[in-house]
């Protein structure tokens, strides 16, 4: 919820001052709480009162926001909506205004399943948004808070809102230019969508939805209370937003956060965010303001001091956030079932490049610069022809695909021992139609890829494993497939090496497979 607010707060100067950049001061003392973070709390504390029943929200949302709305009466509110806080008998009124989508952030958090958050949605937003739109946008919004939370991939995600609520078929740098101010839902909803979707973190997620323009407040908003559930806040940010919230706003976060646990985002390097979650032990007592601020700036800094992360899942994350690129990549010309057929064989083959680089190097340090003796088979655990490795391909700037496949069946041919079908049993994977991919598409593919070493030296065999594994979960939840039918869980790999203590050479029947393993113990 914190997200929203925080998003809110960061886009009210720009509002009718609009700032077509990411470069701007992020909190200010010109930045201010609008509308937008009101009604969310007032959302928040109908969250709270209603006690998981579902039936009472409608009348509590209209409560608090009414109670909010005259507490606070100089937010912004639009006229309607105005109109609506100030009546004695409130009624919805047809409205499809982006304010649907900006107060929700509360019910994303709190609902336990999506067909509760959906449920929860629609009763916060009916009593006022109740136009098909309206109603939409809140769901859209809700449903992506939801899945973030509960860790779904922004790949997910994305394609669950394109499938269900929206096309996601534009960029940020594609409507920057001509986005205009807009308070619909349906013009406002996926463009703060798209902000989180191409964000690297919390904060470059609200200055992604600063930058375009328009509503900028609502925008930032929504994208805040997105970004919150996937990344989670900054704890630097966290202490700075907390300073603009008063004793009565200060009262109904701690509340929520108390039994709602809020989301800290812990930065691992320039490009790796982690989301942690404060322990169940860390709660904020209500009081003075004075007090409750002193706890709550406590508690974000015991959450820094909580937020441990080993080495092996920061690897992992980096790495997965990287693959997930690859899928944005290819999106478009590429069916969400068909992303295995291109990333999982195009890091296997980077993979065995990398690796293949590094036993290069480690012959030629042994023969103190030898390139004669560097170039015997001996030194590497498998072949690389001529023309075959990551940098040949990379240097084609023409066919591409053709280049890709001659490299992948080249590398297959030459080690058929160990090597065999490892590309070639994608086959559904069409390289070569430049209808599909152009050689623009896969030379931005490639680039990508390009920026990440993936060999031993980077990445052990482990996450190499869990990077596979979370590749094919990924791709099976996608087509609607069980991840069982394509690999067998690593508890259950574990156990079965256990039992059986294979050795480097020794020879293993797979009876459900009904094929041969060989432990090569080389290169895995």
């Known amino acids: 919820m914190l997200g929203a607010i925080i998003g809110d707060t960061v886009g009210s100067r720009f509002e009718w001052h609009n700032h077509r950049s990411k470069e701007f001061d992020f909190l200010t003392y010109k930045c201010e709480l609008t509308d937008d973070s009101i009604i969310t709390l007032a959302i928040a504390k109908a969250v709270l009162k209603s006690e998981g029943d579902i039936n009472k929200l409608p009348n509590l949302a209209v409560r608090y926001m009414q109670q ?52 929860m949605s629609k009763a916060v937003t009916m009593v006022t948004h109740n136009h098909p739109e309206g109603l939409k946008g809140a769901e859209a919004t809700t ?15 994305r394609d669950y809102i394109d499938k269900n609520y929206y096309p996601m078929n534009f960029t940020l740098d594609g409507i920057r230019d001509s986005y205009q101010f807009n308070e619909t839902c349906q013009n406002t909803v996926p463009q703060a969508m ?26 930032a908003a929504i994208t805040g209370g997105i970004a919150e559930a996937y990344y989670g806040i900054p704890s630097e940010i966290r202490k700075h937003e907390l300073t603009f919230l008063d004793e009565s706003k200060l009262a109904i976060l701690v509340e929520f956060e108390n039994k709602y646990k809020p989301i800290m985002e812990k930065k691992i390097g320039n490009d790796v965010s982690v989301p942690i979650e404060r322990s169940a032990d860390i709660k904020v007592e209500k009081g003075s ?70 036993e290069h190097e480690k012959a030629l340090k042994e023969s103190g610069g030898d390139e ?38 080249g ?38 890829m390009s920026k990440l070493k993936v060999g031993n030296n980077n990445y052990s065999a482990d996450v190499m494993g869990d990077a596979y594994e979370y590749l094919i979960k990924k791709f099976a939840d996608l087509s609607k497939k069980n991840a069982g039918e394509f690999y067998t869980p690593r508890t259950v790999v574990k156990l079965m090496v256990m039992l059986l203590d294979p050795q480097a050479g020794d020879t293993v029947y797979e009876q459900r497979c009904l094929g041969l393993i060989q432990f090569k113990g080389r290169y895995a």
């Open 68 to 119: 909010l709305g005259h507490l606070y009466p100089d937010a912004g509110y639009g006229g309607a909506f105005r109109k609506w806080l100030n009546s004695n008998n409130p009624k919805p009124y047809g409205s499809f205004g982006n304010g649907a989508a900006m107060r929700v952030s509360p019910v994303g958090f709190a609902a336990d399943s999506l067909d509760e958050a959906i449920a």
């Open 143 to 157: 449903v992506a808070i939801f899945m973030a939370l509960h860790g779904k991939s922004m790949l997910e995600i």
């Open 194 to 219: 798209m902000a989180f979707f191409e964000s690297t973190g919390f904060e470059d997620a609200i200055r992604n939805a600063i930058s375009i323009g328009g509503d900028s407040d609502t925008l």
């Open 289 to 358: 303001r004075e007090s409750m601020m002193e706890k709550a700036v406590q508690a974000a800094d015991k959450d820094i001091e909580n937020a441990e992360v080993s080495v092996e899942e920061t690897s992992s994350q980096k790495l997965f956030n990287f693959l997930y690129e690859d899928c944005n990549i290819l999106r478009g010309p590429i069916n969400q079932d068909e992303y295995k057929s291109y990333v999982t064989p195009i890091l296997f083959f980077k993979r065995l490049s990398d690796v293949y680089d590094e």
């Open 372 to 409: 004669e003796f560097a170039s015997f088979d001996e030194n590497y655990s498998f072949v690389i022809p001529k023309g075959c490795h990551w940098n040949d391909v990379r240097n084609v700037t023409q066919n591409v695909g053709q280049a890709i496949v001659k490299a992948m069946s």
């Open 411 to 448: 590398i297959e041919r030459a080690n058929p021992e160990y090597l065999s079908g490892v590309f070639s049993s994608f086959d559904d994977a069409n390289w070569t139609d430049k209808n599909k991919l152009s050689d623009e598409r896969l030379k931005n593919l490639i680039e990508h």
